[in-house]
């Protein structure tokens, strides 16, 4: 089936007994046993079915089965947030201790928990000089559990070699873990390339709209757990704190997923509320449609901005002067998405004014929205760091990060265009 159609379509129909068509929102905390016996059977996980909605909610189950389906993975957990979703992802990896080796270009909440949180907890983050294989090779050793990476990270930009860092994981027998959040399914799906686990954060494109947070964790169901048992017992040892389960015998490709969903959502509860897993369900039925317009406008505006003098320059994956151009030719079928940087020309004090100045446009931190958003990071995100610490970030005074909406392209140029015009002039709002 076609992506535009798993989006609209997977994991619920209609509903044999009314006929409905609409996904029903299973707003319940608990569900009722058959009898006794039944409820010892959904306790040890012998049939399958609903106990309690901290560990699964019919719902929340469709929109698992759609994401699952558009990222061709074997198994889903969907959770409260991107950052809930990442946490588990890694955690169910590194419980024991161990190492995470990620590219230096990050989502700065994401380079928090490997720099400073996960360490806390036994689990060292370890950041590559650079995002090509090579440099992530090299920090890979006999306590690293998995190597991670953003396929398009924000608000960098850079466009990840998901085969050739796949490759450098499993040569050692480790796992890649890929944010898939910028990309989307729609335009690249990292199982493809190699990657054994995706996560999203759904508040973003998949969702689309701004107004519902919820991540979800992807398991590929490819990865050999079995084979790498010395580094990964968690899943081919009986668990003890589950009457001594076996995630590999029980679940076979889904043993990944399953631990997530048994040890973690169960035992700490970042759960996904059912009514926004309506929501993002809904959000992802028009995804395809969206991202298509997002990155046609995104591609249209950055032209806009290299040919303006008033523009220092532009970062953006769709020139062929851009260092990530030929891998967003191999993995995004030469369509990046709509999330780019630019430096107004007259430096820090000129970009704040001209951040002050869009109208249209949001001054806000998200991504994904089909409104147009905009983020002056230096003189907000990152605005505690140093000079040195901005530097090595990656972001300058007079940057801008843009991530283009589905807006009447021209009115998105307009604003643009009158704020630069205003700001040149140093005329304050
Ligand atoms: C690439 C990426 N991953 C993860 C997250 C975290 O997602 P959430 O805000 O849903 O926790 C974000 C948030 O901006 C993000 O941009």
Not at 59 to 83: F, K, N, P, Y
Not at 85 to 111: C, E, F, K, M
Not at 234 to 254: C, I, K, N, Q, W
């Amino acid at each position: 089936m076609r992506r535009e159609t798993i989006a609209v379509h997977s994991g619920f129909d209609c509903d044999p007994a009314t006929r409905a068509v609409a996904v029903p929102i299973y707003q319940t905390a608990a569900y009722a046993f058959e009898s006794a016996d039944h409820g010892a059977a959904l306790f040890n996980l012998e049939v399958e079915g609903y106990r309690y909605s901290r560990i699964a909610n019919p719902t929340t189950t469709i929109l698992e089965t759609r994401v699952t389906e558009l990222e061709g993975g074997a198994a889903s957990v969907a959770v409260a947030s991107g950052q809930a979703a990442l946490h588990y992802a890694l955690v169910n990896l590194a419980d024991r201790g161990g190492n995470i080796v990620s590219t230096p270009q990050l989502y700065g909440t994401s380079h928090t928990l490997l720099s400073h949180v996960l360490p806390r907890q036994g689990i060292e983050g370890r950041f590559a000089e650079s995002d090509s294989p090579e440099a992530i090779e090299r920090l890979i050793d006999e306590n690293t559990r998995a190597v991670f990476c953003e396929s398009v990270g924000n608000p960098a930009g850079n466009i990840c070699d998901i085969a050739g860092i796949a490759e450098a994981a499993h040569r050692h027998g480790v796992p890649l873990i890929v944010d898939n959040t910028v990309a989307t399914p729609i335009l690249l799906r990292p199982f493809e390339h190699g990657a054994d686990i995706v996560v999203h954060s759904l508040t973003k494109f998949m969702g689309g709209h701004g107004t519902t947070m919820g991540g979800v964790v992807v398991d590929g169901g490819r990865f050999d757990w079995a084979a790498q048992r010395a580094r990964f017992p968690m899943f081919s040892e009986p668990d003890a704190s589950y009457h001594g389960l076996v995630y590999t015998e029980r679940f076979g490709p889904a043993a990944y997923a399953a631990r997530i969903r048994s040890v973690y959502q169960r035992t700490t509860g970042a759960v996904l509320a059912p009514l926004n897993a309506f929501l993002l369900l809904q959000g992802i039925e028009t995804v395809a449609l969206r991202v298509e317009r997002h990155v046609e406008n995104a591609r249209r505006v950055a032209e806009f901005l290299k040919a303006d003098p008033r523009i220092e320059w532009v970062s953006y994956a769709g020139f062929a002067e851009s260092p990530y151009f030929e891998l967003a030719q191999k993995y995004l079928r030469g369509t990046p998405p709509s999330l780019l940087t630019f430096g107004v020309a007259g430096g820090f004090e000129t970009a704040k004014v001209f951040y002050d100045r869009l109208g249209l446009i949001k001054r806000l931190v998200n991504i994904g929205d089909v409104k147009s958003l905009a983020c002056h990071p230096a003189s907000t995100t990152h605005r505690q760091m140093t000079n040195d610490e901005r530097a090595k970030a990656g972001v300058t005074p007079e940057m801008i990060r843009l991530c283009v909406g589905i807006e009447h392209v021209d009115d998105i140029i307009g604003d643009l265009d009158q704020a630069l015009a205003g700001a040149l002039a140093g005329k304050r709002p």
